[in-house]
């Protein structure tokens, strides 16, 4: 690939300023066309923070507004910050579930972007803050040729990022100083917990979050060391005692209880 100098210095001269974001969608888009890009910051679970995105006002509350209200908490990108994984650049489907498009999360929340697909550039920073550039798409996905691309352009990105943002963590402070690295850092498990407050066994709870996620039967029993047919049977034990019938009312209790959750 020739990287086009114009727009990467660009990229490097903005570095620390407010026109950073904006010359590296520009430049990213010299190599892959795209409709929109949104950039996350994560340090634990705590509530991501929208660094940039291009989206309109409708858009913007499905892609943003909606996803840090909860569901950011079952997103694959989301839960490759918590392996951690190497920084690099992954299609979303690279990191999902292999139930993840027949899944409640895909289904309730995610088919409502339109996206035809999602790729994105995955940054690690000090202090476990994790910056993550995604690049969207409405009609037709991103190609082998395009991905190799991208890939190539990958340190110059992840470079630029990560000089942009050295101190990303700093951002997750309360006003009066106070590091929030740990904070609500479980705030996945305290909404598990509450959900079925005394009503679901620790083992149940880990059948809900593996399922939420978007995996199989046959996944979660690999997880947890348990046969599939346990599996199934540990979520009609939980529909039961939930008195719920299916895994979208499971889906839809989850979120309102992320919902309740004092804010931070």
């Known amino acids: 690939m020739k990287i086009d100098l114009e727009p990467t210095g660009k990229v490097i001269s903005s570095i620390g300023s407010t026109a950073f974001t904006a010359n590296l969608s520009t430049a990213l888009k010299d190599i892959a066309p795209f409709d929109f890009m949104v950039v996350f910051g ?6 991501p923070l929208d660094l940039y995105d291009d989206f309109t006002p409708a858009k913007r509350k499905v ?9 950011y908490l079952l997103d694959p990108y989301y ?12 299609r979303l489907s690279d990191l999902a579930p292999d139930r993840f498009y027949q899944g409640e ?21 000090p202090d476990s803050a994790n910056v993550i550039v995604s690049l969207m798409r409405t009609k037709k996905v991103f190609s082998a040729r395009e991905m190799r691309e991208l890939g190539k352009y990958q340190p110059v990105a992840l470079s630029a990022c990560q000089k942009h943002w050295p101190d990303l963590a700093l951002n997750f402070r309360d006003p009066d100083d106070k590091v929030l690295v ?40 690999k997880i947890l060391e348990i046969s ?3 599996v199934r049977i540990h979520r009609r034990n939980i529909y039961n005692k939930l008195r719920i019938s299916s895994q979208g009312e499971l ?8 919902l309740e959750q004092p804010a931070v």
């Open 228 to 230: 599939p047919g346990t």
């Open 251 to 258: 889906f839809s209790g989850f979120i309102d209880t992320m």
């Open 63 to 71: 892609h943003v507004e909606d996803y840090q209200e909860g569901p």
């Open 79 to 90: 839960n490759a910050t918590t392996i951690p994984i190497e920084s690099g650049l992954y």
């Open 182 to 221: 740990e904070g609500r850092a479980r705030s996945l498990e305290f909404a598990l917990h509450e959900f079925g407050k005394g009503l679901l066994t620790p083992r149940e709870r880990e059948v809900v979050e593996f399922t939420l996620k978007g995996h199989s039967a046959a996944a979660v029993g």
């Open 42 to 47: 994560y340090l634990g679970s705590r509530k």
């Open 105 to 125: 999360y895909f289904r309730n929340y995610y088919s409502q972007t339109g996206l035809a697909e999602e790729v994105a550039y995955f940054i690690n920073l």
